[in-house]
């Protein structure tokens, strides 16, 4: 009986060591500062921070680009032993700017905003800064600047990530199209987070408008609220399995080259 009882201390005391040593979440604004400073930087060292804006996206939400890579960010979290930085919501907009709820932030406002935030995560003590870009455009461009200046002002880790080119191929092999902005590649991907977001039956051809090829012309406000990579594609005629198949192998595929890029900086010693 004794031997019982001893046991069954030691599997408690296994067991509280154990539920001690589990993050209870792995959102920063979600954690308390003292289970914070618990786990970062020793026990993590990565961080996710999903970047979009407010523009319109055919038949998903204005926020798509938000909601894309913030669930992108949750779902790999894990496995990447990472936390997940608040989502910057609002972005450069661009060609998308003058329709309803969208909006446009200045270069000028968000390179240097960006840049605290990202210096803000190296003050506490992430080695490694992965921005999921869920906007394109300039975003991108700007983004991808001040990462690397961040990077090598601090000597820290940064990787920026536009998911949905990222994982191009993976658009062609589920669905045999090549998508675009607010195309069925951004709509399943929608879907799957949260399928009232999509409002097929409001789908119009009319709405969308294939990308010009380079040096034809160019129109701001753009003309439509789904751009096509290729003319005739993007109706959404896909169904749930296939938007949670395109999901899980994005976010696959993303994981995993997040994961090789900070195996090779750690054998490089940087």
Do not use: C
């Amino acid at each position: 009986m004794k031997v019982f009882f001893i046991s069954l201390g030691l599997f408690f005391s296994y067991s509280f060591v154990f539920a001690q040593q589990k993050i209870s979440t792995r959102e920063m604004d979600r954690i308390n500062w003292m289970e914070f400073a618990d786990f970062v930087p020793g026990k993590i060292n990565t961080v996710l921070l999903p970047t979009g804006t407010l523009e319109p996206h055919g038949v998903i939400n204005n926020g798509a680009d938000n909601t894309a890579p913030f669930a992108m960010a949750i779902a790999i979290a894990d496995e990447l032993n990472a936390m997940v930085a608040p989502t910057l919501n609002y972005g450069i907009t661009g060609s998308m700017a003058a329709y309803p709820g969208a909006f446009q932030i200045s270069e000028e406002a968000y390179a240097p905003f960006i840049r605290d935030i990202l210096r803000g995560l190296a003050k506490n003590k992430f080695k490694n800064i992965i921005i999921l870009n869920g906007h394109g455009g300039g975003q991108t461009a700007v983004l991808q600047k001040v990462a690397a200046e961040v990077a090598n002002e601090l000597g820290i880790r940064t990787l920026v990530i536009n998911w949905w080119s990222f994982a191009s191929d993976i658009t062609l092999e589920v669905f045999k199209e090549d998508g675009g902005h607010a195309g069925l590649n951004e709509t399943a991907y929608i879907q799957a987070v949260d399928p009232t977001l999509v409002h097929k039956e409001r789908y119009n051809s009319d709405q969308a408008t294939a990308y010009p090829k380079a040096n034809t012309w160019s129109a701001v406000p753009f003309p439509s609220s789904i751009g096509l990579y290729q003319e005739g594609q993007g109706y959404p005629n896909f169904n749930q399995a296939q938007a949670d198949e395109y999901f899980k192998k994005v976010n696959t595929k993303v994981a995993g080259f997040i994961k090789e890029i900070i195996r090779k900086w750690d054998l490089a010693g940087l």
